[in-house]
Nanobody, 130 residues
Framework: QVHLVESGGGLVQIGGSLKLSCTASGRSFRDYAVGWFRQAPGKEREFVAAISWSAGGTAYAESVKGRFTISRDNAKNTVYLQMNSLKPDDTAVYYC???????????????????????WGQGTQVTVLS
């Protein structure tokens, strides 16, 4: 069992930055790919970014490419989402999720967004003020 807790959300002005953290407990994080998803009011949950277990592969939604960066520190059991140049459309509850998979490297772009993630956090609110 993996327990995920997100943190770092909050209010930010247009063009500002936030860094979200997803910290795992319960078992080693090393074998898990981790994804970030978000859900805005009245909308379906959507994929944002993901990182492979080794950090050798990443994937991003088109809407965040060039603005968001996902990274991980397995020693700290934590995955980060650095969000820059924030827009009002980025306002949502952000969730991290984990899946035990060996998807890595060049396969990450295609497969990480399509994984069925087994473990989910409770979410953290990000609000971009216009």
């Amino acid at each position: 069992q993996v327990h995920l807790v997100e943190s770092g959300g909050g209010l930010v002005q247009i063009g500002g930055s936030l860094k979200l953290s997803c910290t795992a407990s319960g078992r080693s994080f090393r074998d898990y790919a981790v994804g970030w998803f978000r859900q805005a009011p009245g909308k379906e949950r959507e994929f944002v970014a993901a990182i492979s277990w080794s950090a050798g592969g990443t994937a991003y939604a088109e809407s965040v490419k060039g603005r968001f960066t996902i990274s991980r520190d397995n020693a700290k059991n934590t995955v980060y989402l650095q969000m820059n140049s924030l827009k009002p459309d980025d306002t949502a509850v952000y969730y991290c999720a984990a899946d035990r998979t060996d998807v890595d490297g060049t396969y990450s772009t295609y497969f990480l967004p399509r994984l069925v993630y087994d473990y989910w956090g409770q979410g953290t609110q990000v609000t971009v003020l216009s």
